[in-house]
Each structure stands twice: as C-alpha cells, then as structure tokens.
C-alpha cells in the first residue's frame, strides 16, 4: 500500500478551508468525493506518493448542446499564462469531467485553494453551456 499522508494531508486541508468538517480519511482511503452546489461531484483523489488530482464530473453532455460544449472544452485546453488550468476531458463511459494534477508536496493554502477555484470556475462554465438554451 502507498503512502498517503502527503495526500491526506493537503486534500484535508483544503477541506477545512472549504469549511467541510470531514473526519480524517481512513489510512487507505485514496479519494475522497464532495458534491459542489448539487450540481457536480469533485473528487480529490492519490495518483502515487507525489501527486494527487481534482476532478470534477460534469455528466453527459445533452444531445443539444454536445457539439458547442465539446468545442468549448477543447478551447479551454489552449495554453495559457494561468497559474492552474482545468483539463477537460471525457471519462471511459463518456462523461464530461476537467481535471488537474497536482503534487503532493510544495503547495500552500492559498495556492490548493486557487487550483480549486480554477476547477470550479471551468465546471461551472461547461455546465453554463450545456444549461443554455438552443
């Protein structure tokens, strides 16, 4: 089994800064889901020792808006000058998600808190344009 109190530790952090009173994950635990605003799940999960990722399940994409939406997250996965941005990407089964890597070891509050804001923005933009009207 891998160490994972490196991940334990920031992904609890973060949570508590989120103002989630979760208990301690358990010694094996390798993610940890949270739902944000009843719209989407995040999970936080381990990757290895050093890196552990954010993802952010947007669903299906709804038949109307898959071509507009998928264009819009491909353009999201341009280069850019942001300190943390989002992938977007579909799952095995299809699914919308935007995801970071992020390392275990080296980041601060305010940075984990910024990658997740960045998370959370581009989620809340897909799912702005899948909401859209056509």
Do not use: K, Y
Not at 16 to 42: C, D, K, M, W, Y
């Amino acid at each position: 089994m891998q160490d994972l109190s490196a991940f334990h530790h920031c992904a609890s952090e973060l949570l508590q800064h989120l103002g989630f009173a979760a208990p301690a994950p358990a010694s094996g635990q390798e993610v940890i889901s949270l739902t944000v605003e009843q719209r989407f799940n995040v999970h936080l999960g381990a990757i290895d020792h050093d890196n552990w990722f954010m993802l952010a399940e947007l669903g299906e994409c709804p038949p109307q808006s898959e071509e507009t939406l998928q264009a819009q997250a491909l353009r999201g996965n341009q280069l850019c000058g942001q300190a943390w941005q989002p992938v977007a990407a579909l799952d095995a089964e299809h699914r919308l998600c935007c995801w970071l890597r992020l390392p275990c070891r080296g980041l601060d509050l305010p940075q984990l808190a910024a990658a997740f804001d960045a998370l959370v923005a581009r989620a809340e933009a897909l799912l702005q344009t899948a909401d859209a009207p056509r």
